[in-house]
């Protein structure tokens, strides 16, 4: 009996970390084609630059995120705000060298909430759109610390339950 209750609440602890880090894991935005939009609940979220495009080219995510571009095509490109004949702040870097990347992170304090097109200086067809919506990420290190203790306290409390069925039997 009491094996069975140690292999449940160990699978619950199991599932409990399995559930934070695949909700906390990088990713997001790479690899789709053109013409996707996507969403992106982690604190780093990733755009590609192939084929003169965005990839995705809009992207949703949540205030506090950074953004980072990542050119994988043989040509330079920029991340500019605002469209060829209205540039505008936030977004304004360099030439970005293939295999080379620009982040920005859309902070909540600097007001970087709403809807922000972007565009490429060199090749001023390639356009893009970030949505920045909804709450703010939580912070990992605050969750897993949650769950460890969650988990540590479940383990020691088997432990006793463990001891004090055999003292009994």
Request: glycine share 6%; net charge negative; charged share 20%.
């Amino acid at each position: 009996m009491q094996d069975k209750l140690l292999l449940v609440a160990l699978s619950l602890a199991a599932v409990t970390v399995l559930f934070y880090a695949s909700a906390f894991a990088g990713g997001g935005g790479a690899g789709a084609p053109s013409s996707v939009r996507e969403s992106c609940d982690v604190e780093i979220c990733h755009i590609k630059m192939v084929n003169s495009t965005f990839t995705p080219d809009t992207l949703t995510v949540r205030p506090d995120a950074t953004v980072v571009w990542e050119n994988m095509d043989d040509v330079r490109h920029t991340i500019t705000s605002g469209s060829p004949d209205n540039i505008q702040m936030p977004l304004n870097s360099d030439l970005i060298e293939k295999g080379k990347a620009y982040e920005f992170v859309f902070s909540r304090a600097e007001q970087h909430t709403g809807k922000f097109l972007y565009f490429c200086q060199v090749h001023p067809l390639m356009r893009g759109e970030i949505i920045v919506q909804g709450e703010p990420i939580p912070e990992f290190p605050q969750i897993a610390m949650i769950v460890a203790a969650s988990v540590f306290a479940s383990m020691i409390a088997l432990m006793r339950f463990r001891k004090n069925v055999f003292r009994i039997g």
